[in-house]
């Protein structure tokens, strides 16, 4: 190798020697890494971190709009809205509006704990609060436990979100069986929504939906009825399940339905879910029917129906419950019902792949006990 003191001219202009300002910016790097490690530190430290986080949700929402981190997270910037709301042919609505917005999802229970269960855990992160009501009678005026009431703290991490009302049923005394079913569901919202207060109040403009436990619309339309402008009756279109996500039925569903708050001129559950119609939303949902975890709770369901030609000892057998669910038949025999098997269901909600030992039963029917909870496989 040659010494610098060797080389011409020429060649030493091409030899850069290291000079104290080629090491300032690796010392200048250095120094604010500590001070950034320094700065860290002291605000754990002092618990400084939880004040900077809440002046950040603060600019983030207005002052007189409660902040939630789930649902706030799904209000889009305004080009953003536009360009989600076009493909489902809509217009995004007013900004402002839209921060300010809640959507409500009316339920009315009986004794569905795992599929609210997988509703709630499903769509709490785009829903504002549940609204359940459930009764100590069935429609057949028959007694019945008020299991929501009953299994409270297995829904302890939504409770924030669920409005719990039991309903009155001196307000839907009705002559006929059909006659109280279409009386109760308007009980969700004549017995909840106007007298809800403080910042569960409804507002016009904010969205309620109506549908069955086992109706689930998936996320992509929550956040267009929450960011687009839509009119006050909308469709959302369901696959339909029987038994489990194994089981399908080829036609699409009309339910569930969404309409807005307009206080005394807002359209009534039975209304709304009776007309339908409305902007349309396809393959909006899931309906999974006669989805239970228990063969017992099967033939609950049948004990409840307001149509007795569906309420027989027959189609309560467990005999009868098994083969249906494992084989893919109709619960009635009716020849009509043609079921078709789906191979490793990916299309189902989120929270029961998360959840997938738990809800085995939606999954695999294949099993003798059909992943039955309460029945156990005869082994020969």
């Not at 010392?27 to 490690?37: E, R």
């Not at 809205?81 to 489902?88: I, K």
């Not at 299991?147 to 669920?162: A, G, Q, S, T, V």
């Not at 109706?215 to 929550?222: D, G, S, Y």
Request: charged share 25%; aromatic share 12%.
């Amino acid at each position: 190798l040659r010494s610098i003191s060797s080389l011409n001219a020429h060649e030493r202009s091409w030899v850069h020697l290291p000079t104290p300002a080629m090491y300032r910016p690796n010392f200048i790097k250095y120094q604010v890494g500590i001070a950034v490690f320094f700065f860290v530190w002291l605000s754990w430290h002092l618990d400084i971190h939880q004040q900077i986080a809440e002046k950040a949700r603060q600019l983030a929402r207005p002052h007189d709009i409660p902040y939630d981190g789930m649902t706030g997270s799904e209000v889009f910037l305004p080009g953003k809205a536009a360009e989600y709301c076009s493909h489902y042919r809509l217009e995004p609505a007013d900004s402002e509006m839209v921060h300010k917005r809640k959507i409500y999802d009316l339920l009315l229970i009986n004794t569905e704990v795992e599929m609210l269960e997988i509703r709630i855990g499903q769509m709490a992160p785009y829903v504002d609060y549940f609204v359940i009501l459930e009764s100590d009678t069935t429609f057949t005026d028959h007694p019945k436990p008020l299991y929501i009431r009953d299994n409270w703290e297995l829904f302890k991490p939504w409770h924030k979100k669920m409005i719990l009302r039991t309903m009155d049923l001196d307000k839907s005394k009705e002559s006929s069986t059909w006659d109280r079913e279409h009386s109760s569901r308007n009980a969700m919202y004549e017995q909840v929504i106007p007298s809800l207060m403080d910042e569960q109040a409804a507002s016009f403009d904010d969205i309620l939906i109506v549908s069955d436990v086992d109706e689930i619309p998936k996320p992509e339309i929550l956040r267009a009825l929450r960011n687009c402008n839509v009119p006050v009756r909308n469709t959302i279109y369901s696959s339909v399940y029987y038994y489990s996500y194994q089981w399908r039925l080829n036609i699409d569903w009309p339910h569930p339905q969404a309409t807005l708050y307009r206080g005394a001129d807002t359209i009534l559950p039975s209304e709304l879910r009776g007309q339908g119609g409305g902007h349309e939303f396809h393959y909006g949902g899931w309906h999974c029917s006669y989805c239970f975890s228990t063969v017992e709770e099967m033939a609950e369901k049948l004990n409840s129906f307001s149509h007795s030609e569906f309420n027989q000892d027959e189609f309560k057998s467990v005999e009868h419950i098994l083969n249906v669910t494992r084989n893919g038949l109709d619960l009635f025999n009716r020849a009509d019902a043609a079921f078709r098997r789906v191979e490793r269901n990916f299309d189902v909600p989120d929270y029961v792949k998360q959840h997938s030992n738990k809800f085995r039963y939606l999954i695999d029917r294949d099993p003798p006990n059909g992943n039955f909870k309460d029945h156990s496989p005869i082994i020969a």
